[in-house]
């Protein structure tokens, strides 16, 4: 993102939240918040009936926009889903959303906030305009939810926590999604290293990443006027947007990049396996797809 603005992707997510819960066919996650954080533009547009039929339409021409949107919903549900397991296997008592965007986890979901300390981390103008908007639109914060302003580039992980009041001995779970690919593979591997060096107590960390077999896809298509104009003219956009991608990952080789760090990879959706995670009832119908890859990682025993 550009220095000093808030990030433009976030307010894009929390715009798509609001769009599922208002669409009943979708059953992967429903964030009945999103909406009150939008603009008054925003709001008007999700409640147009017409909004809807265009997605349709978009979505019968573009089935593969229709299995990307499902994918960002199906990372938040994991997540939450992950999360709550761990509370009950793991005594995990201490949440962490790095890159919290708009989130409204702690006012969505009660009873899991009353049993947690909640830790949001975002970088600061973001974060700024998410609480502007929080105070104009009522919300209270919760007294166990800290937010934390940081620049993951340049300030350190565990210093901004330690001085927030994090407590290292918990047993932790650490939601990190819509982040990694936004960041140089330096910047990533040194959250992983800090995070399983502050928390003594056990970290899980649940986060996603874009796989690195999307170049050779890439590559392989033909190398049309059109399909370069298309690409030319997406990254000219994400350019301006101040929010390329950096990192990319390579899923058969995560388990090993993982042990590196400290972790063992417990759980790892690709393109072939997000759709099995939820029952086709909870799913409905929208597929998730796209080589936006969901994991799910523990920290493994440290050396005495």
């Given at each position: 993102m550009r220095d000093g603005q808030a990030s433009f992707t976030s307010r894009m997510v929390m715009f798509f939240r609001a769009l599922a819960a208002h669409d009943p066919t979708i059953g992967i996650f429903n964030d009945s918040l999103a909406e009150q954080l939008l603009n008054a533009r925003g709001q008007r547009i999700v409640r147009r009936p017409r909004t809807y039929r265009f997605m349709a339409r978009l979505f019968?021409?573009?089935?593969?926009?229709?299995?990307?949107?499902?994918?960002?919903?199906?990372?938040?549900?994991?997540?939450?889903?992950?999360?709550?397991?761990?509370?009950?296997?793991?005594?995990?008592?201490q949440y962490v959303i790095l890159g919290a965007g708009w989130d409204t986890f702690a006012w969505r979901r009660p009873e899991l906030m009353a049993r947690l300390?909640?830790?949001?981390?975002?970088?600061p103008a973001t974060q700024a305009a998410k609480c502007d908007r929080l105070t104009e639109r009522g919300f209270t914060t919760p007294a166990n939810l800290?937010?934390?302003?940081?620049?993951?580039?340049?300030?350190?992980?565990?210093?901004?926590?330690?001085?927030?009041?994090?407590?290292?001995?918990?047993?932790?779970?650490?939601?990190?999604?819509?982040?990694?690919?936004?960041?140089?593979?330096?910047?990533?591997?040194?959250?992983?290293?800090?995070?399983?060096a502050l928390c003594a107590g056990g970290v899980a960390v649940a986060f996603d990443y874009m796989d690195a077999q999307v170049?050779?896809?890439?590559?392989?298509?033909?190398?049309?006027?059109?399909?370069?104009?298309?690409?030319?003219?997406?990254?000219?956009?994400?350019?301006?947007?101040?929010?390329?991608?950096?990192?990319?990952?390579?899923?058969?080789?995560?388990?090993?990049?993982?042990r590196t760090l400290g972790y063992e990879l417990r759980k790892n959706l690709t393109r072939e396996t997000k759709r099995d995670y939820l029952s086709p009832e909870e799913m409905g119908s929208y597929v998730p797809?796209?080589?936006?890859?969901?994991?799910?990682?523990h920290s493994l025993p440290r050396e005495a």
């Open positions: 019968r021409r573009r089935p593969r926009l229709k299995g990307a949107f499902a994918s960002l919903l199906l990372r938040a549900r994991f997540a939450e889903d992950e999360l709550a397991r761990a509370m009950e296997t793991e005594g995990v008592r300390r909640v830790f949001e981390l975002d970088y800290v937010f934390v302003p940081i620049d993951f580039t340049t300030q350190s992980l565990s210093t901004r926590l330690q001085e927030s009041g994090f407590d290292p001995a918990l047993p932790t779970f650490v939601n990190w999604m819509g982040v990694t690919y936004y960041l140089p593979l330096p910047v990533v591997e040194g959250v992983f290293r800090e995070l399983r170049r050779e896809l890439i590559a392989r298509q033909p190398k049309t006027l059109l399909r370069r104009l298309r690409r030319r003219i997406g990254l000219r956009i994400w350019r301006r947007i101040g929010e390329p991608f950096h990192t990319l990952l390579d899923a058969s080789q995560l388990p090993d990049w993982l797809d796209g080589w936006m890859n969901i994991a799910l990682a």
